[in-house]
């Protein structure tokens, strides 16, 4: 009862201790891959905007396990990302169909166009 | 590969590994490595590793974890009923793509011959 009250204020505690984890995954990873894996998870805390805990934890996952993968692998880290790390990085982030706050504004712009639509009698 | 190619291929490659994936199942590296022997040398292997991470989510394919000898166990995936439909679809778009391209290159070029006929007369 205490969690669950508690959990309405902070989140899912097992969403923060599975993202915990993941983190702690990333930092355990060898050089270079962990300065390039975690130069991923940083920018997708600016670009991501992803809002929900699911989603983010099934994102953080992923993403230990492309770079845990490779490691493994000895793959270079080029020959992961390819020429641009951003594209890279965005095309990742966008696999997660999750509520984004752009959202938001995205709907607000559609309704808007319907609006204007009906207003001139289509 | 050039940037045309590699904005081209960005609209295509769901198709191309959704297409691989319904001859076997395979994991990432896998279709990357073939990819690669088909002449898409470029291709980096993140990027069809997204590309699955995107394909899973939508429930276009199944995944099952096989381990490996090192590192993580690697994930496979197999093409899955709603996959196979969205082929479907993807096929059937790019017939009528590559059929309107085509006689737009036709019309094209024999407007060219056109053009160059009138200038010898």
């Given at each position: 009862m ?66 845990e993968?490779?490691?493994?692998d000895?793959t270079?880290?080029?020959?992961i ?41 289509s | ?7 081209m291929?960005?609209?295509i490659?769901?198709?191309v ?20 022997d ?5 291709i ?27 590192g ?50």
């Amino acid at each position: 009862m205490a969690a669950k009250w508690i959990e309405a204020l902070t989140g899912s505690l097992e969403q923060k201790k599975q993202y915990k984890g993941f983190r702690a995954r990333l930092d355990a990873l060898p050089e270079p891959y962990r300065e390039v894996a975690n130069a991923m998870h940083r920018y997708f805390m600016y670009y991501g905007g992803v809002t929900d805990g699911d989603t983010l934890v099934t994102m953080m996952g992923d993403l230990v396990e492309l770079w845990e993968r490779a490691a493994a692998d000895g793959t270079p880290v080029r020959d992961i990302v390819g020429s641009d790390p951003v594209d890279f990085a965005e095309t990742f982030a966008l696999a997660y169909g999750g509520t984004q706050w752009i959202d938001k504004e995205r709907s607000r712009l559609t309704k808007a166009v319907d609006d204007a639509e009906r207003s001139q009698g289509s | 590969m050039g940037k045309q190619e590699t904005e081209m291929l960005k609209g295509i490659l769901e198709g191309v590994v959704l297409g691989v994936l319904s001859t076997r199942a395979a994991y990432g590296y896998e279709i990357t490595a073939w990819l690669r022997d088909q002449g898409f040398s470029d291709i980096a292997e993140g990027t069809v590793y997204a590309l699955l991470v995107r394909v899973e989510q939508r429930g276009l394919v199944d995944v099952e974890k096989v381990p490996s000898e090192k590192g993580p166990p690697r994930k496979v995936y197999t093409l899955n009923a709603q996959g196979h439909e969205y082929l479907t679809e993807f096929w059937r778009t790019w017939s009528f793509l590559t059929d309107r391209l085509e006689k737009l290159r036709t019309a094209q070029t024999d407007a060219a011959e056109d053009g160059v006929e009138e200038g010898e007369k």
